[in-house]
């Protein structure tokens, strides 16, 4: 039944849903209508902090259409209600302006929006603090950061080696809250059947959606049923349930009905989650020919009071280059602000921004090209541990990337190049991302007319999951990929880790190639007898990964930059970007440039345009929508390319593959920043950069 | 919600609804809409063409981009009710038949999309592009505003600046687009 075929894997295979996706075919979360559906549209709290008294429901329930309007005064109790984010309702207290604190329900999307906007609440308002700063008297040094690291480690003595050492570099750097915006808003769809919900939902994993909302419902996980086969991006922000998964679940419990509800873009900015703003201080002592003998990278930072959430802004420094002294730090302060989440890369696209900008500081302060910075300072293990590297090739990728960008003969003069109207200068800068993975369960099934079924709750955001898992599907059961069909984005399937820390591939390649396997032995075992239902097999990777060796298991990438400064009006243009990447083996070369591109057209935008901008006054994020948070729009990208080294790593998986969903963005901002010194001289530790910090 | 609401208003929004004859990809649909609808919300909710896509509700995304009499629009700022007789076209209509578009076929072989929400926009303002293009419109990069633009990635970058994509498949959009154009 299967013949010899050529790999799959490796081969630049179309998107599996790609004539979906462009016919309009493609079924997102909001666009599943059950039959008697009511919309509910939620009502958002007007204070940053304190206490709702009443909610003026019976004025709401004479508006028309109206079905409920529910709030903490009549909402239903949830089983488990811990306090945090997703105890919605469950309390009359505010604990961040825009909070969920109610939802109206009518028969039209219409009657919905209009009664919502007319809820009367009253409130006792208390004074808020929204405001991150490094001498906050509130900062404090959590347990650990995401998801488990120290949030403190020292080696050596790092205070007495920046004393001795002569070249320092102490600067402070800082990042804005920025916000994911996937481009489709987050949406659910609740049906409840008897004790059985069913989520029409857009998110990052099925699985997880089903047993967070199964457990604050008192319910056995079977009893809850995910559904989310197409979604429109997450960058992190559909890798946990927010508020409005548990709001829809209690509207349609409360009224009987299934019910819609879609956040909307400018709530999106207050209750789906965000990249914590940072303060950094970064300490780089080197001796004269540029070896760092001290590291210092101390990180502040903000969570919400209703959940910390503590990014891992400074862990990558803990690996990324040799150093005999380092000590890296979070602190974090609980503000009256929305509850930050993952944001593509949380922990190394803000932290690698201010050590990567701080090499090059180096660099100059030195008088060493950046790239030869960087390669001096290559570990041969993992610094804090000890282990060895399964793969490491940033030097690779640092010369392969100078060699095509043309870095050879770089004059280091800042301020120099006049092209035109532009001042034009080149950066560089390393991207690192961990090597993560996840047990899976996933299941595979011959056909009796000689095709395969491949099942896996895994989901595909955008990443092209559904592709590459066809591919690795088909090659380990030797047959050609029209054979092969994959069913993700449903928690009936078997169950899968999230689509987050770019392990999706790594994860769920895993479960399925066992599966695959599974099956082949089974078929062999029946020697081609095929009984008329086909045959499955089932894996469980739990056992194989909690055995996986010891090592440091990381991707690397240098990116280089040029850009055009306007000499009078500041505008930065980002002319070229180019990002080499060693990232194990590369599954689907086409939809892998994809991605990889994609991250760094995000770190365009994050290096020049994304900020999202705190109202002290109102505890609010003031540009709340598209037309005052702006994301890189076409015109904005010009040459940008993605490419990779060879790489084989036999200690990852059985695809031999690393993750690079979020590799991409890690070192843009810096290489751009970088090259923004260069062009002009002026260095800016803040970002987005902005004209006004260019025009003096 | 707003704070301030007039509570004069109470009671006063009752639906006003009027009766109207919509052509949507060539079939035509008999349909009494609210005043307050948007073309995007009678697309999505009332006639089951979810093609067209909701980003922003407010104009500043491009992900609701369709086609009105062959031109494109952000139907999230187009109110349903005034469109009877004019001929609107979205995702769903650029086909013919089973044989895709020139522009669908082409952004799958760039791979000029990732999750896929922008893309509906996206296609359906490039038909609207290169129809203006053709129409010898043109843009704020036009070199010379007498001959008749060429698309190139210039001009594309221009043209196609409002639909986001937040997926960052604009170098591919680009590419997939050009090979339509030249
Ligand atoms: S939904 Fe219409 S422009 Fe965004
Ligand atoms: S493909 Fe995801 S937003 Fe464009």
Not at chain 1, 13 to 37: C, M
Not at chain 1, 627 to 648: K, T
């Amino acid at each position: 039944m299967t013949t010899t075929t050529p790999s799959s894997v490796g081969s630049g295979l179309d998107r599996v849903e790609g004539l979906d996706k462009v016919t309009g075919r493609a079924r997102y979360a909001f666009e599943y209508s059950p039959r008697d559906l009511a919309y509910a549209v939620p009502v958002q709290a007007v204070v940053a902090r304190g206490e709702i008294h009443a909610v003026d429901v019976d004025a709401v329930l004479k508006c028309p259409g109206v079905i409920a309007a529910i709030w903490y005064g009549n909402a239903p109790r949830l089983a488990s209600d811990d306090g945090g984010e997703l105890a919605v309702l469950q309390s009359p207290r505010v604990a961040y302006r825009g909070q969920y604190i109610g939802v109206v329900v009518a028969e039209t999307l219409h009657d919905a929006r209009e009664a919502a906007g007319l809820v009367r609440v009253e409130y006792a308002a208390e004074r808020h603090d929204v405001e991150l700063r490094a001498d906050h008297p509130g900062l404090y040094r959590p347990e650990v950061v995401n998801p488990d690291f120290p949030a403190d480690v020292e080696q050596g003595d790092p205070d007495a080696a920046l004393a001795a050492a002569p070249i320092v570099v102490d600067a402070v750097y800082s990042t804005p809250a920025e916000h994911n915006n996937p481009m489709e808003p987050h949406a659910t769809v609740a049906a409840w059947d008897g004790d059985g919900l069913t989520l029409h939902d857009s998110n990052q994993g099925a699985s997880a959606v089903r047993d967070t909302v199964a457990a604050l419902f008192g319910m056995p996980p079977a009893n809850v049923r995910v559904i989310s086969p197409h979604v429109g991006g997450g960058f992190g922000s559909k890798g946990l349930p927010h508020p409005h998964v548990v709001l829809a679940a209690l509207a349609a419990k409360q009224v009987g009905r299934p019910v819609k509800l879609a956040v909307t873009r400018q709530q999106m900015f207050a209750v789906t989650g965000y990249r914590t703003p940072t303060i950094q201080r970064v300490r780089l002592g080197a001796d004269a020919g540029g070896r760092l003998t001290a590291i210092v990278h101390e990180a502040f930072e903000q969570s919400s009071t209703v959940k910390e959430f503590a990014e891992q802004t400074t862990v990558p420094t803990r690996m990324m280059y040799a150093a005999p002294a380092r000590r890296t730090t979070h602190r974090l302060v609980r503000l009256d602000v929305p509850t930050p989440s993952w944001m593509r890369a949380p922990g190394e696209t803000p932290g690698m921004f201010a050590l990567e900008s701080a090499m090059d500081e180096l660099a100059i302060a030195c008088g060493l090209d950046p790239v030869e910075l960087r390669i001096r300072n290559e570990p041969e293990t993992d610094p804090e541990s000890g282990l060895p590297f399964s793969s490491r090739n940033l030097v690779a990728c640092l010369r392969e990337g100078a060699r095509r960008f043309g870095w050879a003969g770089r004059d280091p003069a800042p301020g120099v190049r006049r092209r035109g109207r532009l001042l034009v200068g080149t950066g560089v800068a390393a991207s690192t991302y961990p090597v993560y993975r996840r047990p899976s369960q996933a299941g595979a099934r011959a056909e009796p007319d000689g095709r395969f079924t491949v099942r896996i709750a895994a989901a595909d955001i955008g990443t092209g999951a559904r592709t590459v898992l066809t591919q690795i599907a088909a090659d380990a059961l030797r047959a050609p990929v029209d054979r092969v069909r994959v069913e993700i984005g449903d928690s009936a399937l078997p169950t899968a880790s999230l689509a987050g820390g770019s392990m999706g591939t790594a994860s769920w390649g895993t479960a399925v190639v066992r599966a695959c396997e599974a099956l082949l032995e089974e078929l062999d075992r029946r020697g081609g007898d095929l009984p008329v239902g086909g045959v499955e097999a089932g894996a469980d990777t739990t056992e194989e990964i909690r055995g996986q060796r010891r090592f440091a298991r990381h991707a690397f990438g240098a990116q280089f930059a040029e850009v055009g400064v306007d000499v009078d009006t500041g505008e930065t243009r980002v002319l070229r970007l180019l990002g080499v990447f060693a990232a194990g083996r590369i599954v689907n070369p086409k939809t892998a440039r994809s991605q990889l591109v994609g991250g760094m057209t995000m770190g365009v935008s994050m290096a020049l345009l994304e900020e999202s901008v705190m109202d002290r006054e109102f505890g609010d994020y003031l540009n709340h929508d598209l037309a005052q948070y702006h994301v890189a729009a076409c015109a904005d990208v010009r040459d940008i390319e993605a490419l990779w080294v060879e790489e084989d790593d036999p200690h990852l998986n059985p695809m031999g593959s690393k993750g690079i969903g979020e590799i991409g963005i890690v070192g843009t901002a810096a290489a751009i920043a970088n090259a923004v010194h260069h062009a002009t001289g002026v260095r800016i530790r803040d970002l987005p950069i902005r004209l006004d910090k260019l025009v003096r | 919600m707003n704070g301030e609401a007039d509570t004069t208003r109470w009671g006063a929004s009752t639906p006003v609804t009027v009766d109207l004859r919509l052509s949507v990809n060539r079939d035509e649909y008999p349909i009494t809409v609210d005043t307050r609808e948007t073309l995007l919300d009678t697309l999505r909710e009332r006639l089951d063409l979810t093609g067209a896509k909701k980003g922003c509700d407010h104009g500043q995304c491009g992900a609701c981009t369709v086609l009105v009499d062959g031109r494109r629009v952000k139907s999230c700022l187009t109110l349903t009710v005034t469109l009877d007789d004019r001929e609107i076209t979205t995702v769903e209509g650029l086909a013919d038949g089973d044989t895709p578009h020139p522009l669908q076929t082409a952004f799958v072989d760039h791979d000029a999309f990732q999750c896929g929400y922008c893309t509906p926009g996206q296609l359906c303002s490039a038909v609207g592009m290169l129809a203006e293009a053709a129409a010898g419109w043109p843009s704020v990069v036009t070199p010379d505003m007498n001959g008749a633009p060429r698309l190139d990635d210039d001009e594309i970058r221009e043209r196609m600046s409002g639909n986001l994509c937040r997926c960052g498949a604009y170098v591919n959009i680009v590419a997939a687009i050009g090979e339509v154009a030249r």
